[in-house]
């Protein structure tokens, strides 16, 4: 199956690998296992304390992206990280309203938004994480409440920046709990972002975006879901914490292209 936009798989390794040598030594097992990939872009995000990995990822093809930061550049904002001093760490990425960031530290959708316009004038490369409760789903509510986090997150990006942007859809359900959503209820969601982009954008913009998938993503489930016409690659939490199961899944993504 032919994918017309280039596959993303990011790990995201929330809290975990964060010491300088942890995060080297992952990474010194990982890169040799994908260094012949092309057709993919690969991103890890690792706590802020490892970001000194940049230096060993220059002359690698994995990009660095890092897991939160503040829509300031400078000030009195105790224990917050400024977008400046991730551009000065040659930092690429940036994933913003990540559920945990939402659910445990009150994130809203419109602070979310301020760090997403901040981000992208500053030349970070945003991914955006949306995604329903359980609840929710269960009470048929998806899409209204899909409808509603994109339009306050994504809320005055113009079109140019909103081509610049990654999409994370993660049901909550599914992060962390080993409970995926079957490819066929991704994909419905999916779709269903584009429908809203072309909605608040057009036909062209729906068709380059990148939505990834996320919600525990594994080497035996990565296949399947990737295949889907509307999902570009995925968002991996726990199994990106393995340099094995990482490239396993960056290499099921590849072989999509
Ligand atoms: C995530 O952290 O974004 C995530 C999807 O985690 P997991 O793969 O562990 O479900």
Redesign the pocket.
């Known amino acids: 199956m032919k994918k017309v936009r280039t596959p993303i798989i990011g790990g ?1 390794w ?1 809290m975990h690998r964060g010491t300088p040598e942890k995060a080297r030594e992952m990474l010194e097992n990982l890169i040799p296992l994908v260094k012949d990939i092309e057709s993919v872009d690969i991103v890890i995000a690792p706590p802020f304390t490892a970001l000194g990995v940049a230096s060993i990822l220059k002359v690698t093809n994995i990009k660095l992206g890092a897991q939160n930061m503040y829509y300031e550049d400078e000030g009195a904002f105790t224990g917050e990280i400024s977008p400046t001093f991730l551009n000065a760490l040659e930092i690429d990425y940036i994933i913003l309203g ?1 559920s ?1 960031r939402r659910n445990i530290f009150n994130e809203s959708s419109e602070l979310v938004n301020k760090k997403l316009k901040k981000a992208l004038s500053v030349g970070l490369n945003p991914i955006v ?1 949306i995604g329903e409760h359980l609840k929710e789903r269960e009470a048929g509510k998806t899409k209204e409440v899909i409808k509603k986090q994109f339009e306050n997150t994504f809320a005055g990006l113009s079109k140019e920046d909103m081509d610049k942007t990654v999409i ?1 859809y ?1 049901p909550i359900w ?4 080993g409970k995926t959503a079957t490819p066929e209820q991704a994909d419905e969601v999916h779709q269903y972002i584009r429908e809203i982009l072309i909605d608040s954008y057009d036909k062209k913009t729906a068709e380059n975006v990148r939505i990834q998938y ?4 594994k080497p035996h489930n990565a296949k399947e879901l990737f295949e889907k016409k509307n999902i570009d690659g995925g ?6 914490l393995e340099a094995k199961s990482f490239a396993q899944i960056i290499k099921e993504a590849e072989k999509t292209i």
């Open positions: 995201n929330k990540h945990e994480c994370a993660e599914a992060i962390g709990t996320g919600g525990s993503v968002l991996v939490g726990g199994a990106s």
